[in-house]
């Protein structure tokens, strides 16, 4: 994975000085409530419903044991002993105060870690497929694009007062595990006719009050060109996004009412003009970046003949095995997914004790590294596949080895009414009762992949309008009522769910749930997913299931 | 008004935006709208001062011709005219003084000097003073902003 040098560790410790002074000055009234705002934001520091809330940021999603460790220790002396993990593969800490948050960020700048830019209108995290390096189906390994587009968003002087928040995904799978489409620019990497690899380019896309699928605005973009692309992009939304009307601002908006087209004329242009001045990155300035992303030190190992006994001995492992472990590029290891779902905890949640143990797994069963996913979970990204039983039992103990990876149960969910000052409706205690209702496993299996995603308003950071089944929390006279969407998709084939009906109450809302798959259990053909049943049916049949 | 430098100089200074109705005067710090008639003529006027949603790539007139372009910030969370500056600066190669004015806060000063401006106009000297702690915050960046920066993967391989 990425190493500091000096440059990047004096950028770091430097922001954590400047932090300092600026949150002394407010604390001191130097700084006014409306000039601090800005400022806390563009450091993850939030004011939330009880206390600040900290976002941290980690970089797509990679994490060394060292850094996991840190966020642990940092839940137990700062928090209340666990940290929330959240849907742009960042942490959470609800708990902090104020006074101690640039403690905090002494302690993330001690282990090559910030909360940079995971907040405020810049550009964000950028985000990228959980399995990067590690997957079987991929073209490349993209994290070292992701670096570089990293090291230039960060504390980029031109970009930090934008219209609006800012984020980037990058996927170099066919699958598509970071939900591009959904993303301000999303970059696909690809094969072109010529076996040329480069970069199929998408922006406008976005979840929130208006959500919007990105369009591709360019086919092929050279690697080397990456950088200039993505500052012409840039360039063009500071000038023209809109300022007048925060829920107009986002670039998606200027997207649609200049139209694609324009749009792309306008980057077109721009680019132009700087693609090759000191944006054009060398092909040796790339390869130096991806030394960084080498391949670990495999061994040279087979399956294990064993696993199969183990297994049968025991269906629990069998089930976890089936459900939280896929393959890998490498013959011998696997990838699995560490279970942040358990049916009675709030999804995402992790407490210090069980981060500490995680790491301590990929220490001894990987070479050092954990990743953490968009659909709230945590990677053990190199496990031999003689290991899996061990680390099973492990996981099991911590209870992280819920076996519902991609089940109805595997839902994403934001923090809602129980910490966000924004929220409309609790996400959470839905979370819990929806589970309440599929508490059966093997049920969960028969019923196949549905994505579930539920957010507390209209922010949508739960990703209520990409999930097969989205849930959005709004408020009714003050009271908590959900609405409920079908159809939607962040992957590949990415849509926007359609709206079923009329929204329902607190006390509805895990029964229609219930209702909705009851009714898809009986339309469905064969294995049909549940997508797929939507997709053929329309959403006619569901409406009927929820509302007679 | 005092005018602080980047080198952390700084001047008392008569700022003036003229009206467009104002003949200039030839003072140092006048500076015109883009709406001004003394535009047309052959002799420039010392300034000009641009709106921040002017776009600076298609300008009609020479930015040259100008002592001094003042740019706005109308507040500090606007940040249009960072780009204008970085545009002015490096594609128009501007030599002259970039001077930011409206709301400036120290925790923007190195934004601002990265971005190509080298004055800045501030109400009184203790503003002058809170901004220019500011232009120190960072002694390094990842990105080639300004004149004479390269980016950090140029730096890492010289
Ligand atoms: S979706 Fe709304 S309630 Fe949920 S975390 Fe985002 S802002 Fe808060």
């Known amino acids: ?548 | 008004m005092i005018l602080l430098r980047t080198d952390g100089s700084r001047e008392s200074i008569n700022l003036r935006v003229l009206d467009a109705d104002e003949a200039p005067s030839g003072a140092a710090w006048e500076a015109v709208g883009l709406d001004h008639p003394a535009l047309a003529e052959a002799e420039s006027p010392t300034g000009l001062t641009l709106a921040n949603d002017v776009n600076v790539e298609t300008l009609d007139c020479d930015p040259q011709r100008f002592a001094f372009i003042l740019l706005d910030f109308p507040a500090f969370t606007d940040g249009r005219a960072y780009s204008q500056a970085r545009v002015l600066s490096e594609q128009l190669g501007y030599q002259g003084t970039l001077v930011a004015g409206g709301e400036l806060l120290q925790d923007q000063a190195h934004y601002l000097k990265r971005c190509g401006f080298n004055a800045f106009a501030l109400a009184d000297a203790e503003a002058a003073d809170r901004l220019a702690q500011g232009f120190n915050d960072f002694t390094a960046a990842y990105q080639a902003t300004s004149r004479h920066e390269l980016p950090v993967y140029r730096r890492r391989r010289a």
């Open chain 1, 1 to 548: 994975m990425y190493q500091y040098d000096a440059i990047d560790q004096t950028i770091v410790d430097e922001r954590v000085r400047q932090f300092r002074d600026q949150t002394q000055r407010f604390l001191r009234g130097e700084l006014t409530e409306d000039q601090y705002r800005p400022l806390r934001l563009q450091n993850g520091l939030y004011i939330q419903r009880f206390a600040p809330m900290l976002r941290v940021a980690i970089p797509y999603g990679v994490l060394s044991t060292t850094q996991v460790r840190m966020l642990a220790h940092i839940a137990r002396t700062y928090d209340r002993g666990y940290g929330h993990f959240t849907t742009r593969q960042n942490i959470q800490y609800n708990w902090p105060k104020l006074e101690s948050v640039p403690d905090i960020l002494e302690d993330l700048a001690s282990v090559e870690m910030h909360a940079i830019q995971t907040s405020g209108n810049c550009i964000r995290n950028t985000t990228s497929d959980q399995y990067a390096g590690v997957a079987s189906d991929e073209l490349e390994d993209p994290r070292a694009y992701c670096e570089i587009i990293r090291q230039w968003s960060s504390l980029h002087p031109e970009f930090a007062y934008l219209p609006r928040k800012f984020k980037i995904a990058v996927t170099a799978s066919k699958t598509d595990r970071a939900a591009i489409r959904v993303h301000d620019i999303g970059l696909h990497l690809i094969e072109n006719d010529h076996g040329e690899r480069g970069f199929a380019v998408y922006v406008g896309g976005g979840l929130g009050r208006t959500p919007v699928i990105g369009v591709k605005i360019r086919d092929f973009l050279a690697p080397t060109d990456l950088l200039s692309y993505l500052e012409a992009i840039l360039r063009v939304y500071n000038r023209l996004g809109r300022r007048d009307n925060k829920y107009k601002a986002r670039i998606k908006i200027l997207v649609r009412e200049s139209g694609a087209e324009r749009f792309t004329d306008w980057v077109e242009a721009e680019w132009a003009k700087i693609r090759t001045g000191s944006l054009e990155l060398g092909v040796d300035d790339i390869q130096q970046m991806q030394a960084y992303f080498e391949p670990p030190a495999y061994a040279a190992t087979e399956d294990s003949a064993e696993i199969d006994t183990q297994a049968a001995q025991n269906p629990a492992f069998g089930r976890w095995l089936k459900h939280n472990v896929i393959a890998h590029k490498q013959a011998g290891y696997r990838i699995v997914t560490v279970s942040l779902k358990d049916p009675n905890e709030a999804p995402g949640d992790c407490t210090a004790e069980q981060m500490e143990r995680v790491a301590d797994l990929a220490d001894e069963y990987g070479f050092g590294e954990v990743r953490t996913t968009h659909e709230q979970n945590l990677i053990l990204p190199d496990v031999p596949h003689a290991a899996l039983f061990n680390v099973w039992s492990a996981l099991d103990e911590l209870g992280l080895a819920t076996a519902n990876h991609g089940t109805i149960s595997d839902m994403i969910a934001c923090p809602g009414l129980d910490f966000c000052s924004l929220a409309n409706a609790g996400s959470i205690g839905v979370a819990r009762e929806i589970n309440d209702l599929f508490a059966d496993l093997d049920e969960q299996y028969d019923l196949g992949e549905i994505k579930l995603k539920m957010s507390g308003c209209m922010n949508g950071c739960g990703h209520h309008s990409v999930g097969h089944i989205g849930i959005l929390g709004v408020d009714k006279k003050g009271e908590e009522w959900y609405q409920i969407m079908l159809g939607g998709s962040a992957a590949e084939d990415a849509t926007l769910g359609q709206r079923l009906g009329a929204s329902v109450s607190k006390h509805d809302i895990a029964p229609a749930v219930r209702k909705i798959v009851d009714r898809y259990a009986e339309l469905r053909e064969g294995e049909e997913l549940f997508v797929d049943t939507v997709n053929r049916l329309g959403i006619a049949p569901f409406r009927e299931a929820v509302y007679g």
